[in-house]
């Protein structure tokens, strides 16, 4: 008796056949035996005839007995062997590499360093599944390799693992040790839906628009500052007023040297005093920019009456006299049109 797959048992099938050339044989109730076409399988014999067929392991291959005699190979060791026992795949020197499925079904996957990937996967047989096992995080399983949730690379870490099903056209994901999207795999995200929520602990980098399509956009912050590089365009936002000037509002006043000639630098703020000691002329010392608003304010001390006059780039209505009362105050109020101040308005002594 022949040993039968290393295990002792002897098999016998009892098949009445009804044999033509090439042909393995059909039961006479119409069932038909199928077998697997393995690349070691040999020709069935060409002589026909009915009986009993035996099937048994010799030590080397799976084979049968037919009826007359012949012996036929169906199996050998080493197609057995390989579609039980699993595949190391070490990936190395490779970003584009091609897994092979034939024969496997558990594959360890390393990477001899971070950014190996897997971009296509042999075909299998339909029906075929395969488990991934990753022994790092160095190696990704690219999405156009199998058709994976989501439709995202799967990045590998240490201990998780990948089922793939094959369907006869592609690899298909069947299941997974660790969870997709914003649960904890690496994402690049394309598409959000519309109505989702999505809370970011770390930072969010855009390098494509960034767009805003409603009038809420609220940014909360208990300090730290918001940085545009480039620009920030809003479109559809309304404000309860505008105001224009220049960027230092809230500066501190601005007091001017008393002298016969007083330059006034309109970017150092937006209010400016000067106690005259004698006849004074105001120059603007900058361009100033378009509908920039600055106050002057004039100070008597002493009862000698100076007189101010408004030199370059300013139009005013007229000179100024302080009088000879002390401690009065005059204010004068100018607007810019980009080239000039011109006189808005001016006090009385007060």
């Known amino acids: ?26 039961l006479s109730t119409q069932p038909k035996v199928v077998f697997t076409d393995f690349s070691a399988r040999t020709t069935a014999p060409a002589t026909p005839g009915t009986g009993i067929a035996r099937f ?32 190391n795949a070490v990936i190395t020197n490779s970003n584009t ?26 075909n299998g047989i339909d029906g075929q599944i395969i488990e ?16 994976l949730l989501g439709n995202v690379d799967f990045v590998g870490a240490n201990f998780s693992s990948l089922r793939l099903a094959y369907n006869g056209t592609e690899w298909r994901e069947a299941g997974r040790s660790q969870a997709v999207g914003l649960l904890g795999v690496p994402v690049s995200a394309t598409t959000l839906a519309a109505s989702a929520t999505a809370t970011l602990s770390s930072t969010l980098s855009v390098t494509g628009n960034f767009a805003i399509n409603t009038n809420k956009f609220n940014v909360t912050a208990a300090s730290g500052n918001t940085t545009v590089a480039g620009t920030l365009g809003v479109t559809g936002l309304s404000t309860f007023g505008s105001f224009k000037g220049t960027t230092n509002l809230g ?6 040297t008393p002298a016969t000639i007083v330059a006034l630098d309109s970017t150092l703020g937006n209010t400016f005093t000067l106690t005259p000691a004698q006849d004074t002329t ?14 002057l304010k004039v100070l008597t001390s002493g009862t000698t009456s100076y007189s101010i006059t408004f030199g370059t780039n300013i139009k005013s209505t007229a000179t100024l006299a302080t009088g000879t009362t002390t ?10 049109d980009g080239t000039n101040f011109n006189e808005v308005s001016r006090t009385t002594a007060m």
């Open 282 to 295: 105001i120059n603007i010392a900058t361009v100033p920019a378009t509908d920039q608003l600055i106050t």
């Open 327 to 336: 401690a009065k105050v005059f204010v004068v109020t100018f607007r810019s």
């Open 56 to 87: 048994y392991w010799d030590g080397t291959s799976f084979k049968v007995k037919r009826p007359n005699g012949a012996v036929a190979t169906m199996l050998d060791s080493a197609n057995v062997t390989a579609t039980f026992n699993g595949h």
């Open 132 to 147: 991934l096992h990753f022994s790092d995080s160095n190696v990704t399983v690219d999405s156009g390799a199998a058709k």
């Open 251 to 256: 500066s501190a006043v601005v007091a001017l």
């Open 1 to 26: 008796m022949k040993k039968f797959l290393h295990t002792g048992f002897i098999a016998f099938l009892v098949i009445v056949l009804t044999l033509s050339t090439n042909s393995f044989g059909q």
């Open 97 to 122: 590499y091609t897994l092979s499925t034939t024969g496997r079904g558990i594959i360890t996957l390393t990477g001899d360093q971070s950014g190996r990937k897997i971009t296509s996967i042999s």
